[in-house]
C-alpha cells in the first residue's frame, strides 16, 4: 500500500496527464509482480534458511597482478560462519550451463562468488543465481548438493513451484566454476594491460545493430549477415 502510495504522489507531481494512466498501469502491474514474489518466493526462503545476515549491494575488490577489479554484488545471504548463497538480479533471461555462461563472459555470479570467497576463504557456496523476480522462468537458480537433504528438498520444492529452473551443483562443479572465472579475469586483465580490445560478438548478427561497426575492424561480419538475411 505504502509503494502505490508512492506510485500515485510521483506520478501526479511529475509526469504529465496523458501518459500518467498508461505509466501507472504499467507500474502498479511491476509491484504486483514484486509482491507476488516477495510473497511466494522471498518469504519461504526466509523461512526455510534462516540467515543471520544479508549483503546488499556489498562492495568488492579482486586483486590481480597488475589491475584492481571492483563491483558491487547484489545481494549475498549468510546462513552461519561458513555458508552463503548469493544472488545476482537481473530483468532479463539467462540461459546456458554455467561453464558456457563463463566462457562467453558472463562471469557476473561466478565473480560475485569468486570476490566473496576470496575474501572469506573458509566460506562455503550453498546456492544462489540469476534471479528475475518479474519473470521466474527466466532465471537460472544453483544449489549446492552440499546442502542438508531437508532443506535441499524444500528448496528445489520451492524453485519448481515458482517456475524458476535450477541446476544442482557439486563442489568439484563449484570448483571448477571458479578456475574458469580466474582464468577468464586473466584473459581480461591481458586485454586491458596490452589495451587492445578485439571485438568478439556472440553471433553475426549483433554486427547489424551494433553503432559503432564503421570503425571496429570487422565490416565482413555485417556483410555476411546481410548476405544471409537475404
Known amino acids: 500500500t505504502l509503494f502505490k502510495t508512492s506510485l500515485d504522489t510521483f506520478f501526479n507531481e511529475r509526469v504529465s496527464p496523458g501518459y500518467k494512466d498508461l505509466l501507472l498501469s504499467k507500474a502498479n502491474v511491476l509491484s504486483e509482480q514484486l509482491a507476488q514474489h516477495i510473497l511466494n518466493f522471498e518469504k519461504p526462503f526466509q523461512e526455510l534458511c534462516q540467515p543471520q545476515k544479508r549483503w546488499i549491494e556489498a562492495p568488492f575488490e579482486i586483486e590481480r597482478a597488475q589491475r584492481k577489479f571492483v563491483g558491487k554484488i547484489d545481494r549475498v545471504d549468510f546462513l552461519n560462519a561458513t555458508d552463503f548463497f548469493v544472488w545476482d538480479y537481473k530483468t532479463g533471461v539467462t540461459t546456458g550451463t554455467p561453464q558456457n555462461q563463463i566462457k562467453k563472459g558472463k562471469v557476473q555470479l561466478w565473480s560475485y562468488i569468486y570476490a566473496v570467497k576470496a575474501k572469506i576463504p573458509d566460506f562455503n557456496f550453498l546456492g544462489g543465481g540469476y534471479l528475475n523476480p518479474l519473470a521466474p522462468e527466466k532465471s537460472i537458480l544453483y544449489l549446492s548438493d552440499t546442502l542438508a537433504a531437508p532443506i535441499k528438498l524444500s ?40 589495451k587492445v580490445f578485439h571485438p568478439k560478438p556472440e553471433s553475426n548478427s549483433e554486427c547489424s545493430r551494433c553503432s559503432v561497426s564503421s570503425v571496429c575492424g570487422r565490416p565482413y561480419l555485417i556483410e555476411d549477415t546481410s548476405d544471409s538475411a537475404e
Open 155 to 194: 528448496l528445489e520444492a520451492l524453485f519448481e513451484s515458482q517456475g524458476h529452473p535450477y541446476r544442482v551443483l557439486s563442489q568439484g562443479d563449484v570448483a571448477a566454476l571458479l578456475e574458469s572465472c580466474e582464468e577468464r579475469l586473466k584473459s581480461v586483465e591481458l586485454v586491458l594491460n596490452e
